[in-house]
């Protein structure tokens, strides 16, 4: 069983940044897919973009150049950095992980991006 715990949501003024974290802990593997989703109030969850283990990364059109995901190994974290943050990403974000089959979502963390 995979445990995902996300981290570093809240509120910033438009164009500002966060970092969000999500940090697995269970029966974890070198080989992963790991990515963030977000859903907005009333709409759909979306992909907003995902990483291998092997550095592979993919972002949805809207956050292309904003948006970086990465991840560090030793401590078992994925991280998502936002930035020019738009009034259009508030959302709950998700992070989702798959471990060889073994997958997890995250609680969700809140992202309000107001002035």
């Known amino acids: 069983q995979v445990q995902l715990a996300e981290s570093g949501g809240g509120l910033v003024q438009p164009a500002g940044s966060l970092r969000l974290s999500c940090a697995a802990s269970?029966?974890?593997?070198?080989?992963?897919?790991m990515a963030w989703h977000r859903q907005a109030l009333g709409k759909q969850r979306e992909l907003v973009a995902s990483?291998?283990?092997?550095?592979?990364?993919y972002y949805a059109d809207f956050v292309k150049g904003r948006f970086t995901i990465s991840t560090d190994n030793a401590k078992n974290t994925a991280y998502l950095q936002m930035n020019s943050l738009e009034v259009e990403d508030t959302a709950v974000y998700y992070c989702y992980a798959n471990f060889q089959g073994r997958q997890s979502w995250g609680q969700g963390t809140q992202v309000t991006i107001s002035s």
């Open positions: 269970g029966s974890i593997s070198s080989n992963y897919f």
């Open positions: 990483i291998s283990s092997g550095g592979i990364a």
